[in-house]
């Protein structure tokens, strides 16, 4: 009920007439066994749906329960076919940009790694994963982002939360420092003095 007036669905506002060769592409779709299942489905509501299908069309409601979909879906297809044509009921429409933008980006990590590179904050010796993710949100430079993606990029740009008081920090490669090393040089014994005869 809108307004005082009862709202009533139009199914026979956009009505589907397809020629020979839509039917026969159509058939052809749904027989081949290679076709992705949302155009096969979409191309049986058009075959079911035709006004010159020589078995009679079926209405909204035997085509969704028959296709066992909602008859909204029905009427979807049916209008984007009239008003569109045939390819944009049956191929998805291709994104221009990806479903889902990356959270850590060129600009994120220039970020990140500026963060890592300062002084951790008071109290803290070094920068910890949910410190960074924090420091992240409350910089506005993200709005959302886990520890997971935050240790990847990390992991890409080859940074640690690193060591004490240093922020994060590029990882060593070189071992001549290493407490091993130290250890074998201090358990090292002194050479002992020749008594003077």
Same mark, same amino acid.
């Given at each position: $009920?809108?307004?005082?007036? &009862? $709202?009533? *669905?139009?199914?026979?506002?956009?009505?589907v007439?397809?020629c020979?060769?839509?039917?026969e &592409?159509?058939q052809?779709?749904?027989?081949?066994?290679?076709?992705?299942?949302?155009?096969?489905?979409?191309?049986?509501?058009?075959l079911? /749906?035709?006004?010159?299908?020589?078995e009679g069309?079926?209405?909204?409601?035997e085509?969704?329960?028959?296709?066992? $979909?909602?008859?909204?879906?029905v009427?979807?297809?049916?209008?984007?076919?009239?008003?569109?044509?045939e390819?944009?009921?049956?191929?998805r429409?291709?994104?221009l940009?990806?479903?889902v933008?990356?959270?850590?980006? !060129?600009?994120?990590e220039?970020?990140?790694?500026?963060?890592c590179? *300062?002084?951790?904050?008071?109290?803290?010796?070094?920068?910890?994963?949910?410190?960074?993710?924090n420091?992240?949100?409350?910089?506005?430079?993200?709005? *959302?982002i886990?520890?997971?993606?935050?240790?990847?990029?990390?992991?890409?740009?080859?940074c640690?939360p690193?060591?004490?008081n240093?922020?994060? *920090?590029?990882?060593?490669? !070189?071992?001549?420092?290493?407490?091993?090393?130290?250890r /074998?040089w $201090?358990s090292?014994?002194?050479?002992i003095?020749?008594?003077?005869?």
């Open positions: $009920m809108h307004g005082g007036i &009862r $709202m009533t *669905s139009t199914p026979n506002l956009y009505p007439r397809l020979a060769a839509e039917r &592409r159509l052809h779709i749904t027989r081949c066994g290679q076709a992705p299942v949302r155009k096969v489905r979409n191309a049986q509501v058009l079911l /749906s035709d006004r010159n299908r020589p069309r079926l209405t909204r409601a085509i969704a329960q028959t296709l066992g $979909m909602h008859v909204n879906t009427d979807r297809v049916r209008k984007r076919f009239v008003l569109e044509g390819k944009p009921v049956l191929e429409k291709v994104r940009t990806p479903p933008p990356p959270k850590i980006d !060129g600009r994120v220039a970020h990140l790694a500026a963060i590179c *300062s002084q951790a904050p008071a109290g803290r010796t070094r920068w910890t994963l949910n410190l960074l993710v420091e992240l949100k409350a910089r506005k430079i993200v709005t *959302s886990c520890a997971e993606s935050v240790r990847r990029a990390l992991k890409k740009m080859n640690s690193g060591a004490s240093a922020g994060a *920090s590029r990882k060593e490669t !070189g071992h001549a420092s290493s407490p091993k090393w130290r /074998s $201090m090292m014994p002194r050479s003095p020749r008594k003077s005869r």
